[in-house]
């Protein structure tokens, strides 16, 4: 793939750098903040783009949201130290399809990196397993009325395992279905959500608490 990277850290970039070409990718740019990573891809237009969360100028949340829209097929992955919360579902929200952190192995990154490849979500375990504790968290209220958009008890178990990252051949093993029912079923969730992306289910799921505690 060809990628950008987006760090305030020179050598966390030239390490990182050295890495995707041992594996085969072109890094084809390097941005130290937010604003160099927008015009680096209005101008170089790459397949993904590896993303900081904070730093000087324009954090990498901005620079997420703006590259959404301006380039809806550019994948973004946030790789960044912060652990907050907050960061990582507004990363989602803007438009990231992936939250990586710095502290991953090695192995684990390029795992990553050929998930998204794949047009997957780059979300390791433990941070499937935050978003999950999250959308097991009840609303704060019920919605008044019936909603015309109601997900069906299977579609919100394929939401969940949409959440947790798991691919359409494991999510029809889980729940004892064939493949063909689970893409139905996915494509009945993006209708429903008016959702582009399983990475921006996952957002809305988080936003709205569509997923019941037990």
Not at 8 to 19: T, V
Not at 95 to 109: D, F, I, P
Not at 161 to 169: D, H, I, P, S
Not at 193 to 198: I, M, P
Request: hydrophobic share 45%; charged share 25%.
């Amino acid at each position: 793939m060809r990628i950008i990277l987006a760090d305030d850290h020179a050598l966390f970039r030239d390490g990182i750098s050295s890495l995707l070409g041992a594996w085969g990718h072109e890094v084809i740019g390097c941005a130290s903040d937010g604003a160099e990573a927008v015009a680096l891809v209005d101008a170089l237009h790459p397949d993904l783009v590896l993303m900081d969360v904070r730093m000087p100028g324009m954090s990498g949340l901005a620079a997420t949201r703006q590259i959404a829209g301006r380039h809806p097929g550019v994948a973004i992955v946030m790789l960044t130290v912060s652990e907050d919360e907050d960061d990582l579902f507004e990363a989602i929200k803007a438009g990231a399809r992936g939250y990586l952190l710095k502290n991953l192995e090695a192995a684990q990154l390029r795992s990553m990196i050929e998930a998204v490849g794949r047009g997957e979500a780059a979300i390791t375990p433990a941070t499937a397993a935050r978003i999950i504790g999250e959308l097991a968290r009840p609303p704060a209220a019920a919605s008044a009325g019936p909603n015309p958009d109601h997900l069906t008890e299977r579609e919100v178990e394929v939401l969940e395992l949409v959440t947790a990252g798991l691919r359409n051949k494991e999510i029809a093993a889980r729940l004892g279905i064939s493949e063909n029912t689970a893409k139905f079923h996915l494509r009945n969730i993006l209708d429903k959500l008016h959702a582009g992306s399983r990475t921006e289910l996952a957002a809305r799921a988080v936003r709205e608490g569509l997923i019941p505690g037990d």
